[in-house]
Nanobody
Framework: VQLVESGGGMVQPGGSLRLSCVAS????????MTWVRQAPGKGPKWVSHIHTGGSTTYYADSVKGRFTTSRDNAKNTLYLQMNSLKPEDTALYYCARIRLGGVPTRIDDYDYWGQGTQVTVSS
């Protein structure tokens, strides 16, 4: 199993970024997927997750209305569109696979993680 994120970078407040996560080594369409972020000096926090078919998504209150999670099962790719970025969105962003039967918002139920991509929001 491999998850590879990309798309991070530095952006000014109010800007946008689109993260991608390419999955391999498993049947991507069979698993709910999640985005997690970790700010400097803090623990990882759930950001969003998406069901297998892509039609159902959930978001943390802190990003609701600004972030959009989607997936392309034909391309084995998970996306996170981030708009209206704020300095407090600065973090290392990970995609992770939610284990079958796991609780989507429980960090311990993520069985594979990517290496992370850094997002920095600063003027």
């Amino acid at each position: 199993v491999q998850l590879v994120e990309s798309g991070g970078g530095m952006v000014q407040p109010g800007g946008s970024l689109r993260l991608s996560c390419v999955a391999s080594g498993f049947t991507f369409s069979n698993y709910d997927m999640t985005w997690v972020r970790q700010a400097p000096g803090k623990g990882p926090k759930w950001v969003s997750h998406i069901h297998t078919g892509g039609s159902t998504t959930y978001y943390a209150d802190s990003v609701k209305g600004r972030f959009t999670t989607s997936r392309d099962n034909a391309k084995n790719t998970l996306y996170l569109q981030m708009n209206s970025l704020k300095p407090e969105d600065t973090a290392l962003y990970y995609c992770a696979r939610i284990r079958l039967g796991g609780v989507p918002t429980r960090i311990d139920d993520y069985d594979y993680w990517g290496q992370g991509t850094q997002v920095t929001v600063s003027s």
